[in-house]
C-alpha cells in the first residue's frame, strides 16, 4: 500500500482470482487489419508465436475478419450489430475452433493515424468465485480507456475513452511520459511498473486499483492493467496500458455481498409461498422497487411435472402470484394478489423467458403503440401511474425445467436496469432457485402422500349391525395432514366386525406408503377370517419382509419399521370381543353407566421388531352399549407427561354416559393442549349392539345324510317366519351343499345357524379343522360341484376356524337378485 502526501491517491497491487484480466489476448492492428503488435497471451490462445502472427493478417486467427477488407469495416459491422464487444470464434493454429469474446477499440495517434486494439478472452475460462462471474462480464462490457506507450515510455496511441478518464487532453499525452502529463509522485510508481513489463517481455497482468483524479473533481477507482506488446523478433514494442472505471463494478460487488449474505435466509422454510415471498423481500429495495414471483402450478402446489425448457406445447403456462414486495405499501403495481393466478399477457417476453429459459431485460420500458403492452391496458396504466420505467425477467430455473419466473421493476429509482443489475438478479433467482425446487420437491411428495393417505383412510366407518362408529384424525402436520396413523372397520362374516387402530413412526410419503400396505395386509388377513393373535402374528412376518425389501444388498441388515397396531373383533351375536396387540396401547372401555377401564392386555412388542414369538389375545364379555375407544400414542402422550397420566385424562373425557359418539370425540380431543401436536392424534370410538334372538336361529344336526333334509325344511320354515320366502330355494340349495360335505368331510358335531341382519347369512358347524378347497369338478365326475354352486348363488362365502372346528359360512343379499351364471 503506498500513500502521498500529493492527493487522495491509493495504488494497491492485487493478483487476479479468476485470470479475467490476465488471459486476455491482445493484439494490436493496423488499418487493414495486419497484426502489428502481439503479446504472450496471445500466442497461449490461438497457439501462434509472434514470428507466425506479427505481419499476418488478423483474419489467420479470427475467421471473422477475413471476411471484410479493411478493420474499419470489421467495425462497422460490429455497431451494426450492436456494439464493439461480442463473442466469435477463433483458430487454433491446430485447426481447433474456441469460442472467445471480442473487444475492439480505435486508437489515434501523432497526426491521426489509426490503429486498433483487439482483446480476446477464451469464454470457457471462467472465475471460481461469485465476484468474478460478475466482475469479468462487467469489465468487458464497461468503457475502458487505452494507451500504448513506446519503449521510451511515451504515449504514441491512444483511444478517446481515457481522456474521461483522468480528463488528460490529447495533445498534452500523445509523445509525453506519464510522468510529463501527470506529475506527482505515483506517476514514478507507476512508470516503475511499466518498465518491470517491459523488461520481463511477458504478458503478465497486474491489476491495480488506483484513485485518479477525474475531470469532475471527484475521486473514482479504476482497474489498471500493463501488457508487454511484441514484434516479430519477439522484441518489446511498447507497454499496452488499459484502464476500466470499475466504480458500478465495486457497487455491484457491495449489494451482492449484501445479496450472498441476506439470501442464507432463503433456505430456511419448505414452504414455496413462504420462500417466495422471502425473495420478493430480499429483492426490495436491493434490487428493484417493485418485484413478483411467479410460480408454475407444478410448483406452487407439487402436482404434475414441472414446464421443461425448450418445450414445443403452445399452451399459456398456468402461473399462480406467490410473492410480491414494493417500495409503496401495498404493492399497487402488481394486478393480483398472493395466492390469485396470474395472466399471461399475449406476446409478453414472459412467454419467452418461460419457454428458453433466458432473462430478459428491458432498461427502457416501451409502453409505444404496437409493443406487447399495448395489448394489455390494464397493465399500462399501471405502468403509467407509478411511473415504471425499467423491466428484468428472469426465470426460475433448476435442472432443465422453469419453476416460475420473477419480475424486476424500477419506478422510484431513476437509473436504468443494466446487464450488472442482471447478472445479480440472476444470482440471487438461482440462490432461491435451489430453495424454491427443494420445497417444489416436498409439497410434491406431500401432495402425493396427503392424496395417498386420503385414499386409504377411510371416508364413511360403518358397523352394520354391530357397532356405531365415530372417530377424528389430527395430524401434527396441519398444513399437510400427512402421517402414518390409520384406523378401520372391517366387515366380517356372521354379522361380525373388525376393529383396527395402527401407527406407523413418521410422517411423509414414507409413513403413509408403509401406512398403506399395513392397512391392505390386514385387510388381506381379516378376509382370511384369522383371529386378532394370529393376524398379528401374520403382520409382524409382513413388516419384516418389508424391511428385507428394502436392503440394497443381501449381506444388508434389514430396515426397521416401526409401527404399531391393535386389532379387535367384536361378534354382536355373543357380545363377545377379542383383542390383541403389538406394541399399542390398551383401548379404553366405556360401560353404559360411564366406568371406563382398560383392560390387562398384553401388549406384544412393535410390528417389525420382535423376534417372532406369536402374539397373545385376550376375550371380553361388553354389555350393549358399551363404548371401545380405539387411540393412537398421539391422543395420550405429551413430552412433559407420563403416558398413564394421558389415558387417565382420556378416562375423565369419556366418562359421560349419554353422551353422542361425535360429542365424545370432541370432548377427548378437546383435552389436548393448545400447542401443536408432535405426533399425530387418532381416535376412533365404537358403541357395540347386540342381536336380538329373534334375529339367530340355530340347530345342532345328526352326522348322517338325514340331517341334509333336516337342514332344509328347518331353513325353509325359518325364513318363512322372517318373511323371507323369495329366498327359499336358493337358501335351501346352499344348506344342502354345505350341509352335505359337512357330513362327508367333515366330524360330528354339526350345527347350522341362521343370521338376519344386514344380510341373511347361513353358517354349518363341524368339528374338523381343514378348511373346504373348491375345485372344478370334470365332466365324468359325479361330485365336486357342490362350493362352486354356493358360490354361484352367494354374494359371498367363506370359512373360519372356531374353538373345536370351523364354520363354513355364505350370505345372500335380503333382497333376491339374479345370480351369476
Known amino acids: 500500500m503506498t500513500t502521498t502526501s500529493d492527493g487522495p491517491v491509493t495504488i494497491r497491487k492485487q493478483q487476479l482470482n479468476a485470470n479475467a484480466l490476465s488471459d486476455a489476448a491482445i493484439a494490436l492492428l493496423d488499418e487493414w487489419g495486419t497484426v502489428v503488435g502481439w503479446t504472450k497471451a496471445a500466442e497461449r490462445l490461438v497457439g501462434r508465436s509472434a514470428a507466425e502472427a506479427v505481419g499476418r493478417p488478423a483474419g489467420l486467427a479470427l475467421p471473422a475478419f477475413a471476411e471484410v477488407p479493411t478493420t474499419a469495416a470489421f467495425v462497422e459491422r460490429c455497431l451494426a450489430r450492436n456494439g464493439w464487444s461480442g463473442t466469435t470464434q477463433a483458430r487454433h493454429r491446430d485447426g481447433r475452433m474456441l469460442d472467445v469474446s471480442l473487444r475492439i477499440s480505435e486508437l489515434k495517434g501523432l497526426g491521426g493515424a489509426t490503429r486498433w486494439l483487439v482483446t480476446l478472452a477464451d469464454e470457457g475460462v471462467s472465475g471460481d468465485t461469485i465476484d468474478e462471474s460478475v466482475r469479468g462480464p462487467l469489465l468487458a462490457r464497461a ?119 441476506a439470501s442464507g435466509r432463503l433456505g430456511s422454510t419448505l414452504d414455496v409461498m413462504q420462500a417466495s415471498q422471502e425473495l420478493a423481500d430480499l429483492a426490495v429495495p436491493l434490487l428493484a422497487d417493485y418485484v413478483a414471483v411467479d410460480l408454475e402450478l407444478s410448483a406452487a402446489f407439487g402436482e404434475g411435472p414441472p414446464m421443461l425448457i425448450g418445450a414445443t406445447d403452445k399452451r399459456l403456462p398456468s402461473l399462480r402470484r ?97 446487464e450488472a443489475d442482471l447478472r445479480l438478479a ?48 389430527l395430524p401434527a402436520d396441519m398444513d399437510h395432514g400427512v402421517g402414518g396413523d390409520w384406523f378401520d372397520v372391517i366387515a366380517l362374516s356372521g354379522a361380525r366386525v373388525g376393529l383396527v387402530v395402527g401407527d406407523v413412526v413418521g410422517h411423509g410419503l414414507h409413513a403413509a406408503a408403509t401406512m398403506g400396505r399395513l392397512r391392505t395386509a390386514v385387510h388381506t388377513l381379516a378376509d382370511m377370517e384369522l383371529p386378532p393373535d394370529e393376524l398379528l402374528t401374520h403382520l409382524d412376518d409382513t413388516v419384516h419382509r418389508l424391511g428385507e425389501e428394502e436392503c440394497d444388498a443381501p449381506e444388508q441388515v434389514p430396515v426397521t419399521t416401526g409401527a404399531t397396531c391393535l386389532y379387535a373383533v367384536y361378534d354382536p351375536a ?31 412388542a412393535p410390528l417389525g421388531v420382535g423376534l417372532g414369538e406369536p402374539m397373545e389375545s385376550v376375550e371380553l364379555e361388553l354389555a350393549e352399549g358399551s363404548v371401545l375407544a380405539l387411540y393412537t400414542d398421539g391422543l395420550v402422550e405429551r413430552r412433559d ?11 375423565t373425557a369419556l366418562a359421560e354416559p349419554g353422551r353422542s359418539l361425535e360429542d365424545l370425540c370432541d370432548i377427548a380431543t378437546k383435552t389436548l393442549p393448545d400447542e401443536a401436536p408432535f405426533d399425530d392424534v387418532t381416535l376412533m370410538l365404537v358403541r357395540t349392539r347386540c342381536l336380538d334372538k329373534s334375529q339367530l336361529a340355530s340347530w345342532a344336526l345328526p352326522g348322517d345324510h338325514s340331517a341334509v333334509r333336516d337342514a332344509r325344511r328347518l331353513a325353509a320354515a325359518q325364513l318363512k317366519e322372517w318373511g323371507l320366502e323369495d329366498l327359499e330355494d336358493p337358501t335351501k340349495l346352499i344348506v344342502g351343499e354345505l350341509v352335505t360335505n359337512a357330513i362327508t368331510h367333515g366330524t360330528v358335531p354339526i350345527g347350522l345357524r341362521l343370521i338376519r341382519h344386514n344380510v341373511l347369512t347361513c353358517e354349518v358347524f363341524d368339528a374338523n379343522c ?52
Not at 399497487?332 to 428458453?356: C, F, I, N, Q
Not at 426460475?396 to 424486476?408: E, K, M, P
Open 574 to 604: 355373543t357380545r363377545r370381543c377379542t383383542m390383541a396387540s403389538a406394541g399399542h396401547p390398551p383401548p379404553a372401555i366405556v360401560d353404559p353407566h360411564g366406568r371406563v377401564t382398560y383392560p390387562e392386555l398384553p401388549t406384544g
Open 641 to 651: 407427561q407420563d403416558i398413564e397420566e394421558g389415558m387417565h385424562r382420556l378416562a
Open 426 to 473: 440472476e444470482e440471487l433467482v438461482n440462490r432461491a432457485a435451489l430453495s424454491l425446487d427443494n420445497a417444489r420437491r416436498y409439497a410434491r411428495e406431500q401432495t402425493a402422500a396427503l392424496t395417498l393417505q386420503r385414499n386409504l383412510l377411510p371416508r364413511h366407518l360403518t358397523g352394520g349391525t354391530a357397532v356405531d362408529v365415530a372417530s377424528r384424525y
Open 322 to 418: 406467490a410473492g410480491i414486495a414494493s417500495v409503496r405499501h401495498g404493492a399497487p403495481e402488481s394486478p393480483w394478489r398472493r395466492g390469485e393466478p396470474t395472466v399471461v399477457p399475449p406476446a409478453s417476453p414472459l412467454l419467452a423467458v418461460l419457454r428458453t429459459g433466458r432473462s430478459h431485460l428491458e432498461p427502457m420500458l416501451d409502453i409505444g403503440a404496437g409493443t406487447w403492452l399495448d395489448r394489455s391496458p390494464d397493465l399500462t396504466r399501471r405502468i403509467h401511474r407509478h411511473g415504471v420505467h425499467s423491466m428484468m425477467i428472469v426465470p426460475i430455473r433448476t435442472r432443465r425445467a422453469v419453476l416460475g419466473s420473477v419480475l424486476f421493476l424500477r419506478s422510484h429509482e431513476p437509473s436504468s436496469f443494466q
Open 143 to 261: 468503457p475502458i480507456g487505452v494507451v500504448i506507450r513506446d519503449v521510451q515510455l511515451r504515449c504514441v496511441w491512444m483511444n478517446d475513452t481515457i481522456e474521461h478518464h483522468d480528463g488528460v487532453p490529447r495533445d498534452q499525452r500523445l509523445g509525453h511520459r506519464f510522468t510529463e502529463a501527470q506529475p506527482c509522485a505515483e506517476s514514478e510508481v507507476i512508470e516503475a511498473m511499466m518498465r518491470q513489463v517491459l523488461q520481463s517481455g511477458t504478458t503478465k497482468v497486474h491489476e491495480y486499483r488506483t484513485w485518479l483524479r477525474t475531470d469532475l473533481g471527484q475521486d473514482r477507482p479504476f482497474a489498471v492493467s500493463f501488457h508487454c506488446l511484441v514484434d516479430a523478433d519477439g522484441q518489446a514494442l511498447g507497454v499496452c496500458v488499459i484502464t476500466a472505471d470499475v466504480t458500478e463494478s465495486r457497487l455491484v460487488r457491495e449489494r451482492l455481498a449484501t445479496v450472498s449474505e
Open 770 to 821: 381343514c378348511a373346504p378347497q373348491p375345485r372344478r369338478a370334470r365332466t365324468t365326475d359325479e361330485n365336486g360341484r357342490g362350493l362352486l354352486l354356493v358360490g354361484k348363488l352367494s354374494r359371498r362365502w367363506g370359512s373360519r376356524s372356531t374353538w373345536g372346528g370351523k364354520v363354513v359360512w355364505a350370505e345372500q343379499d335380503l333382497r333376491p337378485h339374479h345370480h351369476r351364471s
